[in-house]
């Protein structure tokens, strides 16, 4: 048996995945020529995501470590490229 269930783990969180989400949210609602399906969605946070560094933290009450990675405008900036190749290469049907 191993010592540890890592399913007992889950409150490992990338804290940048998080602030992605949020910026996200604000970008689509200050353009309407993103495409809103899951499809999209999906691929702009994934692309998004492999461009930026990651910030792991267990507590989620403080984000300042994250913020010294990446700014929320250098996030938005990689939101938008991604954005960009989603529009020229959707995968919706
Ligand atoms: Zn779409």
């Not at 949020?22 to 353009?31: C, M, V």
């Not at 809103?36 to 930026?52: F, G, K, Q, S």
């Not at 267990?58 to 954005?83: C, H, Q, R």
Request: charged share 30%.
């Amino acid at each position: 048996m191993p010592k540890i269930n890592i399913y007992d783990y889950d409150k490992i969180h990338n804290i940048n995945e998080k602030r992605v989400w949020e910026l996200l949210i604000q970008l689509i609602e200050n353009d309407d020529t993103i495409c809103t399906c899951r499809d999209c969605i999906l691929d702009i946070v994934a692309i998004t995501l492999n461009n930026i560094p990651p910030h792991y933290q267990v507590s989620e009450d403080d984000f300042s470590e994250a913020y010294k990675k990446i700014s929320d405008e250098g996030i938005l900036s990689e939101l938008l490229t991604a954005s960009e190749i989603v529009k020229k290469h959707p995968h919706h049907l």
